[in-house]
């Protein structure tokens, strides 16, 4: 009877969840003024709150949540398989019960602390800029400026003929990311960053198997680097990571708000970073539309340029395998899940955004 009991409340438990996602999901489509609320002073005061605390422990507590949950999990499966073993039909129906109700709480929980902003449409409001349909010219000469910006970028460097010296150690780049969006703010507030929280991710190479260079902790608010990637990327990754954390969800906002952080900040690593990044985007979208025009400008890159692109798929290369295949195809379909209908292509569409930026017409 107490078993029965259990499975009530559980089931109870479950059906009071479920209405407070819906009830959340009919408020975000019917009131703009709650979407509002949730967007501008909701989800500011709680990402603040959390990284003003966590901030100050000098490891991912994300991470380590994380590994609790994986462990909890284990032992979850195991009392499961155990109980059928042993036919108890009721503790397994309490057991699957309460597995429904830790999966919804923790989906209602991604929703209110960070997955909402997957439905805040303000960028272009913010960056006072329209961002419309391009054709195959309006991207080429993206593509042109880019190829510009990152063979000077390279040669200021003093790497035009090898692969750029990863540059300062990641607290460092931490601490300069976070003045590059002090400096950015003037130009743009909406990308305002107080209360730092960046660190290192715990799992370093482990990340490289699914092709991992950095994640925001929906629950935490941390913004997680992984240090063991090529150094000349970190700049880009660290400052895109802090675009979530602001607020922008979407990939490719994510990746031009990282973009316009990084090429406003007056450090060679940082614009390097930035415009590397974005000509990758820029000409590999090129590439599936006219492979000639971006064989021309590839040709026209600086041997270091080639030299790094090279690095990177050699580094690659080393951790290539299933793992990023079936990593790729679960994160692919959580983005489509948050109304990033191209998936993991969702992240080149950066390139709409470059074009509007630039204002090429």
Same mark, same amino acid.
């Given at each position: ?26 408020? !975000? ?12 002073? !909701? ?27 994986? =462990? ?14 042993? *036919? ?14 830790? =999966? ?31 054709? *195959?010219?309006? %991207? ?21 003929? *090898? ?59 941390e913004a997680?680097?992984?240090?063991? *990637? ?5 700049? !880009?990754t660290i ?49 599936r539309e ?6 021309? %400008? ?64």
């Open positions: 009877m107490e078993t029965k009991a259990k499975i009530r409340n559980t089931g109870v438990r479950i059906l009071i969840t479920v209405l407070c996602i819906l009830l959340f999901k009919v408020l !975000f489509e019917v009131s703009q003024q709650f979407a509002d609320f949730y967007f501008h002073r !909701f989800y500011v005061s709680i990402s603040i709150c959390f990284r003003t605390i966590l901030g100050k422990i000098p490891f991912s507590i994300g991470d380590v949540i994380y590994v609790a949950w994986i =462990i909890t999990a284990g032992i979850f499966l195991l009392k499961l398989c155990y109980n059928i073993f042993k *036919t108890k039909w009721y503790k397994v129906v309490f057991l699957l019960l309460k597995g429904i109700l830790a =999966i919804l709480g923790l989906y209602l929980a991604f929703l209110i602390l960070w997955g909402y902003n997957y439905s805040r449409q303000s960028l272009e409001t913010d960056m006072k800029l329209e961002v419309t349909d391009y054709n *195959t010219d309006q %991207l080429y000469r993206l593509t042109d400026t880019l190829l510009q910006r990152v063979n000077n970028h390279k040669i200021a460097l003093g790497d035009s003929l *090898t692969v750029t010296h990863p540059g300062p150690d990641s607290a460092q780049l931490f601490q300069q990311a976070v003045a590059a969006y002090q400096l950015a703010a003037a130009k743009w507030p909406s990308v305002t960053y107080k209360y730092p929280c960046i660190k290192p991710s715990l799992y370093g190479k482990w990340l490289n198997y699914m092709n991992v260079g950095g994640y925001l902790n929906p629950f935490t608010a997680q680097v992984n240090i063991t *990637t090529p150094g000349f990327l970190h700049p !880009f400052c895109h990571e802090v675009a979530h954390q602001v607020g922008y969800a979407p990939e490719e906002e994510a990746n031009f708000v990282g973009y316009l952080v990084a090429n406003n900040f007056p450090n060679e690593h940082f614009r390097y970073a930035a415009n590397f990044e974005m000509f990758m985007y820029s000409i590999r979208q090129l590439g006219d492979t000639t025009l971006a064989g021309q %400008l590839w040709r026209r890159t600086v041997p270091g340029v080639k030299a790094d692109l090279r690095y990177l798929r050699a580094f690659n290369d080393q951790y290539r395998g299933r793992v990023d295949d079936y990593t790729a195809i679960i994160y692919d379909q959580y983005l489509k899940a948050n109304k990033q209908e191209k998936g993991i292509r969702s992240y080149s569409e950066v390139v709409g955004w470059l074009i509007a930026y630039f204002r090429i017409k």
